[in-house]
């Protein structure tokens, strides 16, 4: 038995240590503070939002009912210091500060998703914002518990599939439904929450359909046209651009009302999507339009009990197992050109205490298994076996007017290819101070040393990938990817003002990038996987401001704005996003909320040789949402995006020059929450 399955094994035995506990007769254990709101993503204890050392957002259930339709990245993509990778409607991950890819960890209720999504852009994320209660998103030395797959952040999911507290009055959910212009898209969601306890049922579920999507202008760029010396058709649609999700789960657990549960879901997705294209006049051959057609089924078991266990108050444990395949199609043909197969078990188990001195902390172990394998002519990366184990802990004390954290973490890697196999061991700590010199100041200092072991595709890859346009070649022999952050936070709130400012700085050692040969292959560029340093220097920050209040109406105005600026010693890193502001102004009323946004993206010309320029962009937003019924739960609601119908390309995006953001949309859709 190897270690990684023995530490699987451990932690799902210990993931059934609640079932005896809930038997027990264990008091429940009051928090040390009372916070404003928590976040679970990042320490197993309760922080508030307010009081984190580093930049997190939330994003609530009532937040996603009205963000964008799309993929996980399209629902990020304005939150500062996010984008989107958009290849096209299909398929989007999160950018944050400028990192993509393996370096931002998705996971789905604090469990990886075990996908295909960072092999390639237009993977699709395993998992639909619609399905989700809430999505935190963490950045920088937060990221630590998680270990170096976060380098650069971590975007965890949340649902309520497994159920960790009874339903109020023994039912409660949520329905939403939309329909909205510029793609003919159709999309519903739910949740039901049924059972006083202990045992509690849940149903979740959610829809997207759309069609070709429309833009303002010609697909293809001029930029590109100009370059290539190409004519682009003159039509205002993405063509292969429809999207079809279904996700559906469900749940039971066994709950307590001293915080005690154990519950087991199972979730099933399924996607559908196209591929946009170059659409120009020239006949580029090949083998036409593609289509991926997407499945996965997850299980999980997860639980959490009150123990008395010395220094610990509280065991926590999650084991998730999911089975991935994709297969890309030939829309012509109907023929599949390459599979891609992923299953693997995840387990964590945290023991977590917390003092009423102001002293948290949690010891905790995660294991991984997984086995990847592609079949088929485009099948660039060979079969490998994944194993990966870490031991980990995370330390707070907070004494009102000052306070520090502490994390450690020791993460194993195991690479098992066909063609070569690896090993690596990384080390990765992390600290923070924080004072609050006033009542309504909060300031803080954060580091981190975080290790990467490479991944699969960076090692072993040898062959053509259509979805980056290049013949990739990895290196074997290529060393843990290393990098030192540091962050300063400030916050300053009163009654009407509330300011928020985060400037970071990266330095990358041994910073793993993928640079021109100069050689072509199979018609395609061939780019080689190499080592070089690095460095990111960013700032983010968003105010708010409540300019009028009577009653129940205020009037309120809030702004966001982010810059990255990332370098290497051959120049910068392809598709580092442009620098972003946002101004937004807010009525309210008792039962109306109207918002009015102007989002600004600049020019960003600062590119490789192998990447062209993107031009500045202004897009205006505006919604409104209405609760008309005695029932407060029906909330109506009305969303134009891109009301000027402006062309705006993602400068992060490999698809930036074939396939624009859409044009002017508008949604109409309703909630209900009871």
Same mark, same amino acid.
């Given at each position: 038995?190897? #270690?990684?399955? %023995?530490?699987? +094994? ?11 506990? +809930? ?38 259930? /009532? ?41 931002? +960890? ?27 209660? #809430? ?19 971590? =975007?965890?999911?949340?649902?309520? @599939? ?23 898209? #159709? ?12 045992? =509690? ?5 959610? &829809? #997207? ?55 087991? !879901? ?29 499945? /996965? ?5 997860? !639980? ?55 002293? /948290? !902390? ?17 099948? %660039? ?29 020791? *993460? ?27 009542? *309504? ?65 990266? @330095?990358? %050692?041994?910073?793993? *990038?993928? @640079? ?21 220097? !960013? ?46 102004? &807010? ?50 609601? +009305? ?36």
């Amino acid at each position: 038995m190897s #270690r990684t399955q %023995f530490l699987l +094994l451990t932690a799902s035995l210990i993931a059934l240590a609640p079932a005896s506990a +809930l038997a027990d007769d264990a008091e429940p254990t009051e928090p040390s503070t009372t916070v404003r709101e928590v976040v679970v993503t990042g320490t197993p204890y309760a922080v508030s939002l307010d009081t984190v050392t580093t930049h997190v957002d939330v994003l609530t259930r /009532q937040q996603l009912d009205t963000s964008p339709l799309g993929g996980l990245g399209d629902v990020l993509s304005e939150t500062p210091g996010v984008r989107s990778s958009f290849y096209g409607p299909g398929a989007s991950r999160p950018v944050i500060r400028g990192l993509s890819g393996a370096r931002v +960890l998705v996971l789905q209720n604090g469990v990886g998703m075990v996908d295909a999504s960072t092999l390639s852009p237009d993977h699709a994320v395993a998992s639909d914002p619609g399905e989700a209660t #809430r999505i935190e998103v963490l950045r920088g030395p937060s990221a630590l518990a998680y270990g170096g797959s976060g380098i650069g952040g971590v =975007v965890n999911v949340i649902d309520e @599939r497994i159920p960790t507290s009874a339903a109020d009055d023994g039912l409660e959910g949520r329905v939403a439904g939309s329909v909205q212009s510029g793609d003919d898209a #159709r999309a519903a969601s739910g949740h039901i929450k049924a059972g006083k306890g202990p045992l =509690v049922f849940s149903l979740t579920g959610s &829809i #997207r359909r759309t069609e070709n999507y429309h833009v303002p202008v010609a697909p293809v760029s001029d930029a590109y046209a100009a370059a290539n010396d190409v004519t682009p058709i003159q039509t205002h649609e993405v063509l292969n651009s429809s999207v079809d999700v279904e996700a559906y789960g469900a749940g039971v657990s066994y709950v307590k009302d001293d915080g005690a549960y154990l519950g087991l !879901g199972i979730n099933r997705v399924e996607t559908r999507y196209g591929i946009p294209f170059p659409q120009i006049e020239e006949d580029l051959g090949g083998e036409g339009p593609v289509e991926i057609h997407l499945h /996965q089924t997850r299980y999980d078991l997860r !639980g959490q009990t009150p123990v008395s266990w010395g220094w610990f108050d509280t065991v926590r444990a999650s084991v998730g197992y999911a089975d991935y395949k994709h297969q890309e199609e030939l829309v012509e043909t109907g023929e599949t050109g390459t599979t891609f197969i992923s299953h693997g078990l995840e387990g964590r188990l945290e023991l977590v205490h917390d003092d009423p001195g102001g002293h /948290q !902390g949690a010891l905790g172990v995660q294991g991984v298994h997984r086995s990847f394998d592609a079949i088929g002519d485009e099948a %660039f990366v060979p079969a490998t076996e994944i194993d990966q184990a870490g031991v980990f802990t995370l330390q707070r004390w907070d004494f009102d007017t000052w306070g520090a954290d502490l994390g450690a973490r020791l *993460d194993y890697s195991n690479l098992d290819a066909t063609t070569g196999q690896r090993d690596f061991i990384n080390a990765s700590v992390s600290g923070g101070v924080f004072w609050r010199p006033a009542q *309504d100041w909060f300031l803080a200092l954060s580091a981190a040393y975080t290790g990467r072991a490479p991944t699969e595709f960076e090692l072993f890859a040898d062959g053509p990938h259509p979805g980056t346009g290049g013949f990739e070649v990895g290196d074997p022999n290529l060393d843990s990817e290393r990098v030192a952050n540091i962050e300063g936070t400030v916050r300053w709130s009163n009654d009407r003002l509330k300011l928020e400012g985060h400037l970071y700085y990266a @330095r990358f %050692f041994g910073f793993i *990038d993928e @640079r021109p040969t100069g050689a072509i292959e199979d018609d395609l560029p061939v780019f080689q996987f190499l080592q070089t340093d690095a460095e990111f220097v !960013g700032v983010e920050a968003s105010a708010s401001f409540q300019a009028w209040s009577k009653g129940d109406n205020a009037l309120s105005f809030e702004a966001d704005f982010d810059w990255v600026r990332g370098s290497t010693p051959s120049g910068p890193p392809a598709r580092i996003p442009p620098w972003s502001a946002t101004g937004r102004m &807010i009525f309210k009323t008792l039962k109306t909320r109207a918002q009015l946004e102007v989002r600004h993206v600049a020019t960003q010309d600062r590119v490789t040789a192998f990447e062209l320029p993107t031009d500045s962009y202004t897009l205006i937003n505006a919604s409104f949402e209405a609760r008309p019924f005695h029932d407060e739960g029906i909330k109506l609601f +009305l969303d134009g995006r891109n009301l000027g119908d402006v062309e705006a390309r993602e400068h992060a995006s490999f698809l930036k020059d074939f396939a624009p953001l859409p044009g002017r949309q508008v949604r109409l859709g309703v909630a209900y929450d009871f």
